[in-house]
């Protein structure tokens, strides 16, 4: 199942963002175009859809949607007929489809349908070029009333000066680890069986120290991707494979720490080198080190 957020207050992280676009909402001052700059994978598009959300709910509060009136039911469920989502980088790999940016373009005009506003998402918007931006430009350059667009981009810069002139700039930034695990969890990205089974018998011929070839057999049962991963830019195979790892090596930190009240010393000694290096490693993925690389400086106790 792919995961849509029903209200800003389920986004996880960018905590400043959110509570800044819930006031922009509340007092009726949200531009009427506006870019969402941060890193591929940040939840740009999570946070687009909540936004938009909000806007649509009749009976929002504080800015943020009620989550369970219809607007909200259909906006969730990706059928609000005052919801255009143009498709992202993912969907149209090829390029922004002209089609439908001038569909978009033309039925920000009329009306809303059911009364309240209308929202328009263009994700990965540095691909407006052409026809597509011209298409679009003119909604931005004379927006219709309680419409909004909401662009989302790695970086405003890379957007055609005509288009980033007319919209505001929020930017976001790269999700923590601990936060990217949150919405894998909330994805249900990650495949709960091998989460829930780290290959401790790779990973402790790891720890035990200088065997490579252990290292290839952990790498190669990381996920390779994210397995149902939808609705949001392409969160990289790396940073799933971080997250990943980051639960097994704390799930072997809690194994290896029962070995610190060994009554043998040596024991209990080499119990505490291996948490040591399992400290760095865990520090190691907080820097975004690559997993192999992680898994050859714990296992060659660097
Ligand atoms: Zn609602």
């Known amino acids: 199942m792919s995961y849509r957020p029903k209200a800003l207050r389920e986004i996880v992280g960018h905590t400043g963002a959110v509570r800044l676009l819930a006031r922009l909402v509340d007092h009726d001052h949200l531009p009427h175009a506006l870019i969402l700059e941060g890193p591929v994978g940040c939840g740009r598009r999570t946070l687009a859809l909540a936004l938009a959300t909000a806007l649509l709910c009749p009976q929002r509060q504080a800015g943020d949607a009620c989550g369970s009136c219809a607007h909200c039911v259909q906006a969730h469920a990706g059928n609000h007929p005052d919801l255009s989502e143009l498709p992202g980088r993912r969907e149209a790999p090829s390029g922004l489809p002209v089609d439908e940016a001038r569909a978009v373009a033309e039925g920000a005009s009329s009306s809303p349908l059911l009364g309240v506003a209308k929202a328009i998402i263009i ?84 720890l035990a120290g200088f065997d490579l070839a252990a290292v290839a057999e952990v790498v190669a049962t990381l996920p390779s991707k994210a397995a149902d991963d939808d609705g949001d830019e392409a969160r990289t195979p790396a940073a799933v494979q971080r997250a990943c790892l980051r639960l097994w090596l704390v799930a072997l930190n809690d194994r290896v720490r029962g070995g610190l009240r060994s009554p043998d010393p040596r024991s209990a000694g080499r119990a505490l080198d291996q948490l040591e290096r399992l400290h760095r490693a865990l520090a190691d993925l907080d820097r975004n080190h690559p997993p192999r690389l992680v898994l050859e400086a714990l296992a060659l106790g660097k």
Do not use: H
């Open 123 to 206: 994700p990965d918007a540095e691909r407006l070029r052409g026809a597509s931006a011209n298409a679009l430009l003119k909604i931005l350059e004379e927006p219709p009333p309680r419409t909004t667009l909401i662009l989302t981009a790695a970086s405003a810069a890379g957007l055609l000066g005509t288009i980033r002139s007319r919209a505001q700039v929020f930017r976001l930034q790269a999700l923590s680890e601990a936060e990217n695990e949150r919405v894998l969890g909330l994805r249900g990205a990650l495949s709960r069986e091998r989460l829930a089974v780290p290959p401790f018998a790779s990973l402790d011929r790891v």
